[in-house]
């Protein structure tokens, strides 16, 4: 079985590769759904996203990456699924998590979302701490995977 975990993912953090690898213990196959997200303003744009996402999952067999920009419903339905996977760190997560799960539910009828926690060493670390890291030029290698660091010195360099 299939399933979809959706994200703006920027960047891709080792919190979100945790719930990739507890997911794909249980699903076949997970889709990682980068979001075009244009509302939130994205540090990277869905190209680099998406590239970063790539990077951050090649070794990990049974994952693929594609953006969207759609509806979720929308995606899960075109992929054939109807599971999506989020990750919890805090209750805050789950509080906005379970509106949008039920959001979803309500678009389309057999709709599921599924839970994940992340391991204790992840579960501070989010896109948004990543970003504020970076927005003062300090280390990020202990917060992304190495590939994805590598990556946003050269993005940041050719700027």
Do not use: W
């Amino acid at each position: 079985m299939k399933c979809i975990y959706p994200g703006t993912f920027d960047p891709i953090t080792n919190g979100h590769i945790d719930v990739i690898k507890r997911a794909r213990r249980v699903f076949d196959k997970v889709v990682v759904a980068v979001a075009k997200s244009d509302s939130k303003n994205p540090a990277f744009n869905l190209r680099e996203r998406i590239e970063l996402a790539k990077i951050a999952t090649m070794s990990i067999e049974g994952v693929e990456v594609l953006g969207f920009d759609s509806l979720l419903v929308d995606f899960v339905q075109a992929q054939g699924t109807n599971v999506v996977v989020r990750g919890l760190r805090a209750v805050s997560d789950f509080e906005y998590e379970l509106q949008i799960g039920y959001a979803n539910a309500r678009l389309m009828e057999d709709f599921e979302t599924i839970y994940f926690m992340p391991s204790l060493q992840n579960a501070f670390i989010s896109s948004s701490i990543v970003r504020s890291v970076l927005s003062h030029d300090g280390d990020i290698s202990s917060l992304v995977p190495s590939s994805v660091n590598e990556m946003i010195k050269k993005l940041r360099n050719a700027q």
